[in-house]
């Protein structure tokens, strides 16, 4: 997935470029989500005693964000690149064991997607189809030791959108989509952590999004 996404990213690059002076079929433009978040996290222990089980448990939070975009028309589909370049931060999570406290906290860095928006003869009505990629960093302080590293992870997303002409080459949209991510596996670093790991899955994700765009 992460080929195909930087594959995506070369072309829109060079099919911008091309078209540099006259920036005609080029659009840029900024957005504002409303996101949710849904995730199944496993810690597993290699050590663990006869009869217990690994801590399962699933999680959901909401954030909100602001994009930016480039795309290019290359008539009648568009492609383009949104990135988020802020970070989406997990609620914390606190796990005392004791006079030992966990803390737990997940961090979404540089969430970009690479689509194609589909126009669907219905007025402004548009499908919007992508590949995402998104570094996953994980913030802890573990009284019991050690660290998880970070990691990385790709997605694919679908949605709708409907685009209104504001003004001479300015345009708002509304749209709404979905994202699935692919299971992400994470190690604790300390030695004597039993060989502990951390595994998230079903990662899933929807925005509503308003956006504001110039075309050229």
Same mark, same amino acid.
Request: negative net charge.
């Given at each position: 997935?992460?080929?195909?996404?930087?594959?995506?990213?070369?072309?829109?690059?060079? !099919? #911008?470029?091309?078209?540099?002076? *006259?920036?005609?079929?080029? *659009?840029?433009?900024?957005?504002? *989500?409303?996101?949710?978040?849904?995730?199944?996290?496993?810690?597993?222990? $290699?050590? $663990?005693?006869?009869?217990?089980?690994?801590?399962?448990?699933?999680?959901?939070?909401?954030?909100?964000?602001?994009?930016?975009?480039? /795309?290019? &028309?290359?008539?009648?589909?568009?492609?383009?690149?949104?990135?988020?370049? *802020?970070?989406?931060?997990?609620?914390?999570?606190?796990?005392?064991?004791?006079?030992?406290?966990?803390?737990?906290?997940?961090?979404?860095? &540089?969430?970009?997607?690479?689509?194609?928006?589909?126009?669907?003869?219905?007025?402004?009505?548009?499908?919007?189809?992508?590949?995402?990629?998104?570094?996953? &960093?994980?913030? /802890? &302080?573990?009284?019991?030791?050690?660290?998880?590293?970070?990691?990385?992870?790709?997605?694919?997303?679908?949605?709708?959108?409907?685009?209104?002409?504001?003004?001479?080459?300015?345009?708002?949209?509304?749209?709404? #989509?979905?994202?699935?991510?692919?299971?992400?596996?994470?190690?604790?670093?300390?030695?004597?952590?039993?060989?502990?790991?951390?595994?998230?899955?079903?990662?899933?994700? !929807?925005?509503?999004?308003?956006?504001?765009?110039?075309?050229?």
């Amino acid at each position: 997935m992460k080929k195909i996404i930087i594959s995506l990213l070369l072309a829109l690059g060079l !099919a #911008t470029s091309s078209y540099a002076v *006259s920036l005609e079929g080029l *659009s840029v433009g900024v957005s504002g *989500s409303h996101s949710g978040y849904y995730a199944v996290g496993t810690e597993e222990t $290699d050590n $663990d005693p006869a009869g217990v089980d690994d801590t399962k448990e699933a999680g959901a939070f909401t954030a909100n964000h602001v994009s930016v975009f480039v /795309e290019y &028309n290359i008539g009648p589909i568009s492609v383009g690149l949104d990135y988020i370049p *802020s970070e989406i931060e997990t609620p914390k999570n606190t796990n005392i064991q004791g006079a030992t406290t966990n803390t737990v906290q997940g961090e979404f860095k &540089n969430h970009a997607t690479v689509y194609a928006l589909i126009p669907i003869p219905l007025g402004g009505l548009y499908a919007k189809f992508g590949g995402i990629y998104v570094d996953i &960093n994980s913030i /802890e &302080n573990l009284g019991t030791g050690g660290s998880y590293g970070n990691t990385d992870t790709t997605g694919m997303m679908a949605g709708l959108g409907y685009s209104i002409e504001a003004a001479e080459g300015l345009s708002i949209r509304a749209e709404v #989509t979905a994202a699935q991510y692919e299971e992400v596996d994470v190690a604790n670093s300390a030695s004597d952590a039993g060989g502990t790991r951390v595994t998230l899955e079903d990662m899933m994700s !929807a925005f509503g999004t308003i956006s504001v765009v110039k075309s050229f």
